[in-house]
């Protein structure tokens, strides 16, 4: 089956979707929806290169995201943001991250912990190594830096949606419950591959102390802008893996924005790729219900603008892009994704 190319306007996001064989038609049209849910929003000369499918998941999961990633170092990224200034809020946080060339960071459960091997106790990692000098992105977000061309060809993120659920391809008349939004998971799931992940996952994940913390070279654009009342009072940003209470913020802490789900394993049970749950913040929002409406928010559309994309328009009223169907009952929350890190080669 030949690839979808989305229709976008002139010096616009677009997407190149590869469907498997055997998807449907009305899971192809799903995708360019999602799609042109997020090219009307961003102004960037890219094309996002996508591979899509059905495939057996996870119990519970609904859809997950590979994304290909790479490093760069955090002075090259910092000057590309600089040069990336677009909104009152791109100028916020450019003028809010770290000043140095390496960041500092809130850090546990590492070998090299100074509280014991593997400790969940907090410690401030600023001892100039890998992790503190590099920033792992999408290729995606990269074409938004102007990091990566925003024509490279390579596939950017593979998206594999469960066949074990029943999916609702239409959501202009609701969504059928006992069905899930495919178009809105699909968005939610374009997300992730745009730049809505956490490395703190990948140190949740191997939280037992066998890596000391120069392996974990993880922290994500959207990491540099994790904070925490412990993180605004160290001038650091929050990077441990815990359950104590994160949040997006532009100025370096000292606004406690949307708040951030805490990790899978010694957080909230969520991955910290996502907003907090049950919360209604938005399109990243960690889980769906059954006959649930999602869509895109002011939090998602701040949080995507202040990590390298550039907005096609800034919303007079926040309310134009709150979430649909929050009155909505969900007769089952299901976590919706897993998702994978995958280096560039």
Known sequence: MGALVTAAPA???????????????????????????????????????????????????????GSTQALYLYTDVKTAMTADRTSSDDFTAVANLQAASSLKLIMNHTSDNPNGSGSAGLFIDNNNSNNNKNIRMTNANAKALGLLAGNNTASDASISFSNSFTWDFDSS????????????????????????????????????????????????????????????????IDWAADNRDKYFSLDGGTTLGTQLSTGLTYGDGHQASHWKDDLGLGIMDPTAGYGETLAITANDVQAFDAIGWNLASVPDDSSSLMLLGLGTAAIAIVRRRKHSLVAAA
């Open 173 to 236: 008349n609701g969504i059928t419950a006992g069905a899930f939004d495919f178009v809105g998971i699909a968005t939610h799931e374009i997300g992730h591959a745009l730049g809505f992940v956490s490395g703190v996952d990948v140190l949740d994940g191997n939280g037992t102390g066998s890596f000391s913390s120069a392996a974990f070279t993880f922290v994500s654009t959207l990491d540099l802008f994790r904070h925490s009342v412990t993180s605004r009072a160290n001038n650091a």
């Open 11 to 65: 010096h616009a996001l677009s997407f190149n979707f590869n469907p498997a064989s055997g998807t449907s038609q009305q899971a192809i049209n799903g995708f360019a929806a999602a799609g042109t849910r997020w090219s009307s929003l961003f102004t960037d000369n890219v094309t996002v290169n996508i591979n899509i499918d059905f495939s057996t998941l996870g119990a519970g999961i609904l859809g997950q995201t």
